[in-house]
């Protein structure tokens, strides 16, 4: 059964980027057919997609935070990054990876989820 | 951009039947998936395709999606149930999330 598991730095100081990693156990990230996508959650506030990419390495992105986020996956280690920029205290959250299974014409949703890593954007 | 809008809260009572509506522009020509996430854990998939239960979900959970309104419903509450509830679709290639809606078992 596949799972996902997030990693990275806790704490990020304004303006610099954030990095985090998403690793798949239980199966090949390039196996099937799946989207990779990362949403975070503020404390007390609701989901918020931050974007995902393709087994192929194409991303889409939410448009509001386009201009900071990049996605990439890493197929040779099973995993996937966020990376996103410029911070601020606003992007404090936990933040979440989970799969989407791809189909041209159904839908399956995010169907396994990390456990979810909390950051926090403070000097 | 698109957006999908939930009522913040809901109670029910135990036994009963609960409703937690989605609304969003001709959302019944896309596909609806509901999560729900109790406190201090990730989001869990309960429906998807509009009427769809993962394996492992029970059956008193239900979805329908028609016109502007997506709906899960949820049978013979009980008290696990308690969770915030998301619904899900996505427009031009970027997913949206509803706003969530606080379910209260009382």
């Known amino acids: 059964q596949v799972q996902l598991q997030e990693s990275g730095p806790g704490l990020v100081k304004p303006s610099q980027t954030l990095s985090l990693s998403c690793t798949v156990s239980?199966?090949?990230?390039?196996?099937?057919?799946?989207?990779w996508s990362w949403i975070r959650q503020p404390a007390g506030k609701g989901l918020e997609w931050i974007g995902r990419v393709y087994t192929s390495g194409s991303t889409n992105y939410n448009p509001s935070l386009k201009s900071r986020v990049t996605i990439s996956v890493d197929t040779s280690n099973n995993h996937f990054s966020l990376q996103l920029s410029s911070v601020t205290a606003a992007d404090t959250a936990v933040y979440f990876c989970?799969?989407?299974?791809?189909?041209?014409?159904?839908?399956?949703?995010?169907?396994?989820w990390g456990q979810g890593t909390t950051v926090t954007v403070s000097s | 951009s698109y957006e999908l809008t939930q009522p913040p809260s809901v109670s029910v009572s135990p036994g009963q039947t609960a409703s937690i509506t989605c609304s969003g522009d001709k959302l019944g020509d896309r596909y609806a998936s509901w999560y729900h996430q109790k406190p201090g854990q990730s989001p869990v998939l309960v429906i998807y395709q509009d009427t769809k239960r993962p394996s492992g979900i029970p059956e008193r959970f239900s979805g329908s999606n028609s016109g502007n309104t997506a709906t899960l419903t949820i049978s013979g509450t009980q008290a696990m149930d308690e969770a915030d509830y998301y619904c899900?679709?996505?427009?031009?290639?970027?997913?949206?999330f509803g706003g969530g809606t606080k379910l209260t078992v009382l």
């Open positions: 239980g199966g090949s990230i390039s196996s099937g057919s799946y989207y």
């Open positions: 989970a799969r989407e299974p791809y189909s041209l014409v159904d839908y399956f949703g995010m169907d396994v």
């Open positions: 899900q679709a996505w427009d031009s290639s970027t997913v949206v």
